[in-house]
């Protein structure tokens, strides 16, 4: 059963420093994988993709990578702003599923 | 702003009753996707249209169903209703029907539904 850990459940931050979330994935062949930022009560938004051949994607002061090989992902925020409390989605995909395996997100809250 | 529209944003009804859920995707997108979020729980994905054609199901109840239309609007159908129903509803739209990377799938801000 293809399958997306997240971690930690949640974090909380300062407002100017960074963070990075985890996420551990067993889905077989692998596809793509996207990291999605959701507002309370909001629809997600795409932050970024990336595929088997890329290990590095930025977004502004949003850092995806992604080790293919040990099935991992992490998301760096840098200088965390107040606006960045969410939660943040890790999405997998596998090649030939026409479904998606989401994570259960990883809520962050950004504290003045 | 999304391009993704559904209505209604709110609806309250009780255990028992019948709704129905609209969607109208970005111009030009072709896929269309339900999930749902209960409170404090990740998206479970429901069900995927494409062109008008069934493409993929996910965690959907019997009790619920969808259908794409000609004009590529969407809607979801939740029957006999019950308190675990209440939750976000999310509809999705992107070009094509794949999962590819090149098929970046955009949410439309919600329908959140309350069963009393």
């Known amino acids: 059963k293809n399958q997306v850990e997240q971690s930690p459940q949640s974090l909380i931050i300062l407002e100017g420093k960074n963070c990075t979330l985890q996420?551990?994935?067993?889905?077989?062949?692998?596809?793509?994988l996207r990291w999605y930022k959701q507002d309370t009560g909001r629809g997600p938004v795409s932050l970024t993709i990336m595929t088997f051949s890329e290990n590095t994607k930025s977004n502004g002061r949003y850092t995806a990578t992604l080790d293919a090989d040990t099935k991992q992902s992490s998301l760096h925020i840098t200088a965390s702003q107040l606006s960045d409390s969410a939660s943040y989605i890790c999405v997998v995909s596998a090649r030939g599923d026409y479904k998606l395996s989401f994570g259960a997100g990883t809520t962050v809250t950004v504290r003045a | 702003d999304s391009g993704v529209t559904q209505t209604p944003k709110h609806l309250i009804t009780a255990t028992g009753q019948r709704v129905t859920l609209r969607c109208s995707p970005r111009s030009g997108d072709l896929s269309v996707y339900w999930y749902q979020q209960s409170l404090d729980q990740g998206l479970q994905f429901l069900i995927q249209y494409y062109n008008g054609e069934e493409r993929a199901k996910g965690n959907i109840l019997e009790r619920f169903s969808a259908q794409q239309f000609p004009d590529l609007h969407s809607e979801l159908n939740l029957s006999s209703l019950e308190l675990g129903d209440s939750a976000l509803y999310f509809c999705a739209s992107s070009p094509r029907g794949t999962s590819g990377s090149y098929n970046e799938q955009f949410f439309g801000p919600g329908t959140r539904l309350t069963v009393l």
């Open positions: 996420c551990n994935y067993t889905v077989s062949p692998f596809s793509n």
